[in-house]
């Protein structure tokens, strides 16, 4: 695990992403860039730069957040979160603990489930098809 304290995050993150990553905050529905994004490549958490989910996984949902079937394996960890009077399952980054988001078991998908992941806690990297220099 990247192990840092959260007056070193405080530094390197903007301070959205550390009201999210650090705070379990949630972004506004539908304001994330990549709510409506559908390019082919990988989303890595924005806190620790760990790859967590592909665009293959990502599907159109509207609920206003980038959703997903299901992460890169071992890339996250499940939590149960009883926070604000509802029963959620929260999803972190397995390698700096990132609060990304929750997980709901209403996907359209054979896997059934909905990772709603905030856009702030990811980074989107183009899939890169030459690997000439
Ligand atoms: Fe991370």
Redesign the pocket.
């Known amino acids: 695990m ?1 192990k840092k304290s959260e007056k070193e995050w405080e530094k390197i993150l903007s301070s959205k992403q550390f009201q999210i990553l650090r705070k379990k905050g949630t972004e506004r529905p539908f304001t994330g860039k990549y709510n409506n994004h559908f390019e082919k490549g990988n989303y890595s ?1 924005s ?2 730069g ?1 790859e967590l989910f592909t665009s293959d996984s990502k599907f159109k949902s509207s609920c206003g957040w980038p959703s997903f079937d299901s992460p890169i394996k071992d890339s996250v960890i499940e939590l149960i979160d009883l926070s604000h009077g509802m029963i959620r399952t929260e999803v972190i ?1 397995s ?2 603990g ?1 609060h990304q988001g929750h997980v709901f078991n209403d996907g359209p998908t054979i896997t059934g489930k909905r990772y709603c992941i905030n856009s702030i806690s990811l980074s989107f990297k183009k899939e890169s098809f030459s690997k000439k220099k």
Do not use: F
Request: aromatic share 0%; proline share 0%.
């Open positions: 990247n958490c806190g620790c760990k980054c390698n700096c990132g």
